[in-house]
């Protein structure tokens, strides 16, 4: 008897606390589409009225909303019609575009994580980036490959997060190859990221031993080598490498479309990384440091990053002192200078040209559909996340229409990382960036960010905003 009753009140007990935790799901359910909250439990999402940017064609679907479920596009049809298949799962969430333009989440593929990591992923996120590609395995002592996995796990949050192996350099031996590059896949390096100008043994071994287990390789051009041999490589991946490969006398128009053929031919991909070139020709100028307030979204420039360059150890501020610029005139374009101002105005002259060089081979690239992938190069005084909004704003100013900008940010570059993120169509993974302009018209429009969408999460427009003012490392006087 005594034992019946036991049973009888646990069951009571348990039965409460069931019906309890239902009510509270129930009134969390029901909670969730007014809050926008930020939970998994969600069966569906549903994104009505937006314009749907087809990354692809550069175009604007005709359908005007998507459902997602457990972060899959599952459905692209009208807005009422969305609504309604979204009302029929058990919860649900519904955001209102408001006329705005989704397209797929962005991809910074060549960044530096040196500094505060969990401060710095928030921000590439919160740009609309969901992809990363650390490049350089040992950048600021960390493990870049684990911090990869607490963030596929869901125990860190952040944009998708992968890692080249540390940068291999000339003193690299011959004999280590394989059993580095054995060691780098089975870690899980995304590829094995190399500098210019390997010994061409050692490069060989390289290129011929990653193909075989499946490594991909890429980097610096090997500047002291023929240009085939830079074309083996998966990925080159600044397009800065061309102004060492092609010396200005060689850059007639003859020439050069022998080069975009050869690049064409190889298949090789391109990751033109411009905005860190044109960064550096603002350090090479006398005053540039005098108004750090006036750099663009300088109070994200990480802080170890930030202290490096605006202190005197800067090498561009140590260049500048110790008159370095003599010699680099003296040595690259065999031209003496007689004062320090004159070695400023002529350093600065001449990088310029190679920005503009940049950019007409970029242009010819893209249009004769050479691959191109997005990345900012992050480091210096180039903020993370703000800096591939820069890039691709400078892609746009050397004349490259605002579509094919966008669809080397998503689609080439999720076709690059064997990604199914790169694109809105049924199937493809979930990572939705909202924008209130059309990116189509103007790739600014990236910068109008109203809502992000990624593993489940909804950050509208008052969360990214105060968000953001928590993650700025500094503020302006
Ligand atoms: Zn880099």
Redesign the pocket.
């Known amino acids: 008897m005594y034992r019946t009753d036991y049973q009888f009140e646990w069951y009571y007990r348990t039965t409460n606390v069931r019906v309890c935790i239902f009510q509270l799901i129930k009134l969390f359910i029901i909670a969730l589409p007014i809050v926008g909250c930020k939970v998994n439990t969600i069966e569906n999402t549903a994104i009505l009225n937006v314009n749907i940017v087809d990354v692809v064609d550069g175009s604007i679907l005709p359908s005007d909303a998507v459902l997602i479920q457990d972060g899959i596009i599952i459905k692209i049809d009208e807005s009422e019609r969305i609504r309604e298949t979204a009302a029929s799962s058990k919860s649900y969430q519904v955001i209102d575009g408001d006329g705005g333009y989704l397209i797929p989440g962005l991809f910074d593929l060549?960044?530096?994580n040196r500094g505060a990591t969990d401060q710095v992923l928030q921000v590439y996120l919160l740009n609309g980036i969901t992809t990363v590609r650390n490049?350089?395995g040992s950048d600021g002592g960390k493990d870049h490959i684990s911090i990869g996995k607490q963030i596929a796990s869901g125990a860190r949050s952040g944009p998708r997060y992968y890692s080249s192996t540390p940068f291999v350099t000339g003193s690299f031996r011959e004999s280590d190859v394989e059993d580095f590059i054995k060691e780098s896949k089975e870690t899980g390096y995304h590829g094995l990221k190399i500098h210019d100008n390997i010994p061409v043994d050692t490069y060989n071994k390289i290129i011929e031993y990653s193909n075989s287990v499946g490594l991909p390789v890429y980097g610096h051009a090997q500047r002291d080598k023929d240009l085939a041999q830079s074309l083996r490589m998966l990925e080159i991946?600044?397009i800065e490498e061309f102004v060492y490969l092609i010396e200005q006398s060689e850059r007639t128009s003859d020439y050069l479309n022998q080069v975009i053929a050869d690049v064409k031919q190889s298949g090789v991909w391109i990751c033109p990384?411009l905005m860190?070139y044109a960064c550096h020709i603002d350090y090479y100028k006398k005053t540039f440091f005098d108004s750090l307030s006036s750099i663009p979204f300088i109070e994200f420039v990480d802080n170890q990053q930030y202290e490096l360059y605006t202190s005197e150890r800067n090498p561009y501020r140590q260049n500048l002192r110790r008159q370095a610029l003599y010699d680099y005139a003296r040595t690259n374009y065999g031209v003496e200078l007689e004062s320090e101002d004159q070695a400023v105005d002529f350093v600065v002259s001449e990088t310029s040209k190679n920005l503009e060089f940049m950019k007409e081979l970029l242009l010819q690239m893209i249009q004769e559909d050479i691959p191109l992938i997005t990345?900012s190069?992050s480091?210096g005084l180039l903020p993370h996340g703000f800096g591939l909004h820069l890039e691709l704003e400078l892609w746009q100013n050397a004349g490259v229409h605002p579509s094919l900008i966008l669809k080397s940010a998503t689609y080439n570059s999720a076709n690059y990382m064997k990604l199914d993120n790169g694109e809105i169509s049924v199937g493809k993974m979930a990572d939705l960036v909202l924008l209130k302009e059309n990116p189509l018209d103007d790739i600014k429009a990236t910068q109008s960010i109203s809502g992000i969408y990624f593993k489940g999460q909804f950050y509208d427009s008052t969360y990214i905003e105060s968000k953001l003012q928590t993650l700025k490392f500094r503020t302006l006087d």
């Open positions: 060549h960044i530096h490049m350089n991946v600044h990384t860190i990345g190069d480091f």
